[in-house]
């Protein structure tokens, strides 16, 4: 009898030992979740963002807004917000770009890739500890936001045009970034 409960504790602590040590985000991806690198990357592509936004048509639609001031504070609160924003970005506007350049090309992959990063590293700021006892992702996308809905609804209503005014308020999104970037702590 103690035999067996000997076997099970030390099998309990290597499993213990295991999920702690594989639930630890890679050394690789600490150095991205640097606010600075972020923030010095969110630069660069704000910059890039203003050339591709250049590169397109311009918005002919002024009396509609996808990004309105009350949805920048859910940015800055909510994950799922800003996962769900971010993935609309990349998704919806960017991937319904009709022939996009070589040039337009190189930033729709940057800004994949920052997003991506973003919401990585959100979610091991926020809520590693939390990952760690539950394994568990306090970004996930169970159900879309009644905002998205809505900007998605917009978006679609306009038509061809919708790639043109959400990629004509990338200098509105880019902001909200940058401010959630210099409010983590």
């Given at each position: 009898?103690q035999?067996?409960?000997?076997?099970?504790?030390?099998?309990?602590?290597?499993i213990?030992?295991?999920?702690?040590?594989e639930?630890?985000?890679p050394?690789?991806?600490?150095a991205?979740c640097?606010?600075?690198?972020?923030s010095?990357?969110?630069?660069i592509l704000f910059?890039?963002?203003?050339?591709?936004?250049?590169?397109?048509?311009?918005?002919s639609?002024k009396?509609?807004?996808?990004?309105?001031?009350?949805?920048?504070?859910?940015?800055?609160?909510?994950?799922?917000f800003?996962e769900?924003?971010?993935?609309?970005?990349?998704?919806?506007v960017?991937?319904?770009?009709?022939?996009p350049?070589?040039?337009?090309?190189?930033?729709?992959?940057?800004?994949?890739?920052?997003?991506?990063k973003?919401?990585y590293?959100?979610?091991f700021?926020?809520s590693?500890?939390?990952l760690?006892?539950?394994?568990?992702?306090?970004?996930?996308?169970h159900?879309e936001?009644?905002?998205?809905t809505?900007?998605?609804?917009?978006?679609?209503?306009?038509g061809?045009?919708?790639?043109?005014?959400?990629i004509?308020?990338?200098?509105?999104?880019?902001?909200?970034i940058?401010?959630?970037?210099d409010g983590i702590?």
């Open positions: 009898m035999v067996h409960y000997i076997l099970r504790s030390g099998l309990l602590f290597i213990l030992h295991l999920v702690i040590v639930s630890k985000p050394s690789s991806t600490t991205c640097h606010k600075e690198t972020l010095r990357v969110i630069d910059i890039k963002a203003m050339r591709f936004k250049a590169s397109v048509p311009a918005d639609i009396n509609t807004k996808l990004l309105k001031k009350k949805t920048k504070s859910l940015f800055m609160k909510s994950c799922q800003r769900q924003l971010l993935s609309f970005f990349m998704e919806d960017l991937g319904h770009l009709p022939f350049s070589n040039k337009e090309m190189g930033f729709i992959d940057d800004f994949r890739s920052f997003g991506k973003l919401n590293c959100a979610l700021n926020k590693y500890l939390f760690v006892a539950f394994s568990v992702s306090l970004c996930s996308k159900w936001m009644k905002p998205i809505r900007i998605k609804a917009v978006f679609y209503k306009i061809n045009k919708g790639v043109f005014k959400a004509s308020e990338l200098d509105i999104l880019f902001p909200w940058k401010n959630y970037l702590k």
